[in-house]
């Protein structure tokens, strides 16, 4: 007699907590895809990391070969004045001509941030953090002086 009274409350419980969930409206979408504030957003906070910390580390990736190297000091400076010269204009949602495998990354590891940058080719970049949820943002780098481009400082660093 207690085994049915149990299994009696277990169902009743299990139908309560179903339909109390069925409340919620999973429609919209608004919790698998969220929409990014502004196209710009990651690029905001690692600006913001730049600005706030003295010193961050930069390590170069080169995804054929799985080769790394760290920058040097005049390299975080190059990376950092490249970042701080950017406009909202650079910023454009995602190419259709982007390469399928990015030739370069670079990790920008601050005291809680982690940055991911993406270096496609001369033109094209993009800018994540290491735990995102937004899409990423996308650079063109077609206005920005030779002297910043971060695909020939890859290249520089780490060259083919």
Known sequence: MKVNKLIYIGIVIVIVLSF???????????????????NFYYTNLLTRDIKLENSFLGIVLDTN???????TAEQSTTAKNFILHLHRNDFISKPKDLPAKPPYK?????????Y???????KYISV????????????DMSNIPVSYNLYYLCKYIIPR
Request: proline share 6%.
């Open 20 to 38: 109390t969930g069925c409340s919620l409206s999973f429609s919209s979408n608004s919790f698998l895809n969220p929409k990014k504030p502004y």
């Open 128 to 139: 994540y953090p290491w735990d995102g949820t937004y899409d990423k943002d996308y650079v």
């Open 106 to 114: 670079i990790y920008f590891t601050f005291k809680t941030d982690k």
């Open 116 to 122: 991911v940058l993406e270096i496609y080719n001369e």
């Open 65 to 71: 070969f799985y080769k790394e190297q760290t920058f």
